[in-house]
């Protein structure tokens, strides 16, 4: 295999598997302290399409990789807003989506990637908001956006081969900001646990 097989296949593997943590995370814990809402829906959003401009530009792995990446945000935006998180932190992700659209409605493919590069800055840029200020960062997975960090390397060696400058901003700010979060996620302390996780018993009693 050329190196530029082995690296869409290993972004496409970490696509598939890089929300998942969370996913598992939420599921696990019944609780989302700590995961903004607003990145889960906008990362979705941007996944989508960068699906569609892998499509567009023929680049099987880009599609098949974010496409995946996608399915997985969304289930992770659906369990966070049951697990606690409110829909009025949805700030970003509907206007995002409406830049996406009319870029890729009036330009296709060339206004997909001159927007889709800084849209990983601005999905994630909720979620390291959300864990500098809130108290607890229990449910905020570590595994992800270590996953991201990953995805961010392995995309920018790819960019660097195909000589795609979209795909190479894209790397820079997502291996930049999933830096960003790793970093807050390891040195403030994880707070205290939300209340519905203290006391199940004592609500179900009443």
């Known amino acids: 295999m050329d190196p530029v097989s082995i690296l869409g296949l290993a972004g496409t593997v970490i696509g598939l598997v890089r929300a998942m943590p969370q996913l598992t995370g939420l599921l696990r814990a019944r609780g989302s302290a700590g995961v903004s809402l607003d990145t889960a829906a906008t990362s979705a959003i941007v996944s989508f399409g960068w699906a569609v401009y892998g499509l567009w530009t023929a680049q099987p792995y880009v599609a098949l990789a974010t496409g995946a990446s996608g399915i997985v945000f969304l289930l992770v935006t659906v369990f966070a807003l049951r697990f606690g998180r409110n829909a009025r932190e949805l700030k970003i992700a509907p206007v995002?989506?409406?830049?996406?659209?009319?870029?890729?409605?009036?330009?296709?493919?060339?206004?997909?990637?001159?927007?889709?590069?800084?849209?990983?800055?601005?999905?994630?840029?909720?979620?390291?908001?959300?864990?500098w200020k809130e108290p607890s960062l229990a449910d905020l997975s570590l595994g992800t956006w270590l996953l991201s960090m990953s995805d961010g390397l392995v995309w920018g060696l790819y960019s660097f081969i195909q000589q795609d400058i979209s795909i190479m901003v894209f790397a820079v700010f997502q291996l930049t900001t999933s830096g960003a979060i790793v970093l807050l996620k390891l040195v403030r302390p994880a707070g205290p646990p939300p209340v519905s996780k203290i006391c199940p018993d004592e609500s179900r009693r009443k």
């Open 96 to 131: 995002w989506l409406c830049v996406l659209v009319i870029g890729a409605m009036a330009w296709k493919a060339r206004g997909l990637g001159m927007v889709l590069p800084v849209s990983i800055l601005v999905s994630n840029i909720p979620q390291i908001r959300v864990a």
